[in-house]
């Protein structure tokens, strides 16, 4: 016969899983240290989260630092008198 989970162990599976969901999508490192630790950046972004606040979006600031960082090279003219 199994034993029972108890419920809060699920419930810590599923925090770790929405956590990973938030890292993978916001471009976090994911820890599992860093779940329910308050001090952590990314747990402190991930509640802001999940109350409905303004986080912390590293892929958004990854393309902004690519986009002016990028300079096209001149084109360079082709002489078409053949």
């Not at 994911?30 to 952590?40: G, Q, T, V």
């Amino acid at each position: 016969m199994a034993k029972k989970v108890p419920q809060d162990i699920n419930q810590i599976f599923d925090d770790l899983d929405k956590l990973k969901d938030f890292c993978r999508d916001h471009g976090f490192r994911f820890n599992e240290a860093d779940l329910y630790n308050p001090r952590m950046f990314v747990w402190q972004q991930y509640t802001k989260f999940i109350n409905g606040k303004n986080c912390k979006n590293n892929w958004d600031d990854e393309i902004s630092r690519v986009r002016s960082s990028y300079r096209p090279k001149p084109r360079q003219e082709v002489d078409k008198r053949t």
